[in-house]
Structure formats: structure tokens, C-alpha cells
Nanobody, 120 residues
Framework: VQLQASGGGLVQAGGSLRLSCAASGPIFSIGTMGWYRQLPGKQRELVANINKDDSTRYADSVKGRFTISRDNAKNTVYLQMGSLKPEDTAVYYC???????????????WGQGTQVTVSS
């Protein structure tokens, strides 16, 4: 199972970006999909995740500004980021729980990371 993330870049404070992450490969089933971010020298932290039933969870710091969604037909998760702040600057990683064909339970898969930089 491979994850391909895209959509990062440089944006001014107050602007918007949309991240996408598509899962591909021998996928039997996908469970929770999510986005994490990591600042230099800090631990990776959850930004938002979305379950198969479309229930969501957000970090307090992004509530009301970011929206996570998924397209199950495309095995893709999105993160719509609005009202961006300089402190949102980080490398963003997507994560997917998936059962591969031939597997017996969910494993965690990670994308390669995409840089988001918000200038003040």
C-alpha cells in the first residue's frame, strides 16, 4: 500500500490550501484516515482524522479552520486548510489504516510528507 500526498506549498497568513492523499496498491479495506504534522525538533502531532463512518476528530488548534474529508471510491483523504497562521507551518503527513489483500488486520501506512509554509 502506497500513499501519495500533494497540495503543500507557500501561502500567506489568512490564506488557504488543500492537501490530498491517495492510497494505492493491493487494498482490501481502509479504516481511519488522517493528517499529522511535525515541526522541526518536535513530535508528530495529530491534525485531524476521519473514520469510515465519517466521524471526525480535530486538534484544538485547527478546529473551525481545517476540514477533513474522504472519498472512499478514490481511497483519498483531503485536508482543507483555511485562515492559515504562521504556526501552521510544518511538514504534513497523511496516515491510513488499511488491510491489504492477504492481510488479516489493519496496518498503519504513511505518506511521504508535504511541506506547508505560512508566511506572516
Amino acid at each position: 500500500v502506497q500513499l501519495q500526498a500533494s497540495g503543500g506549498g507557500l501561502v500567506q497568513a489568512g490564506g488557504s490550501l488543500r492537501l490530498s492523499c491517495a492510497a494505492s496498491g493491493p487494498i482490501f479495506s481502509i479504516g481511519t484516515m488522517g493528517w499529522y504534522r511535525q515541526l522541526p525538533g518536535k513530535q508528530r502531532e495529530l491534525v485531524a482524522n476521519i473514520n469510515k463512518d465519517d466521524s471526525t476528530r480535530y486538534a484544538d488548534s485547527v478546529k473551525g479552520r481545517f476540514t477533513i474529508s474522504r472519498d472512499n471510491a478514490k481511497n483519498t483523504v483531503y485536508l482543507q486548510m483555511g485562515s492559515l497562521k504562521p504556526e501552521d507551518t510544518a511538514v504534513y503527513y497523511c496516515s491510513v489504516e488499511a488491510v491489504a489483500f492477504g492481510g488479516t488486520w489493519f496496518d498503519d501506512y504513511w505518506g511521504q510528507g508535504t511541506q506547508v509554509t505560512v508566511s506572516s
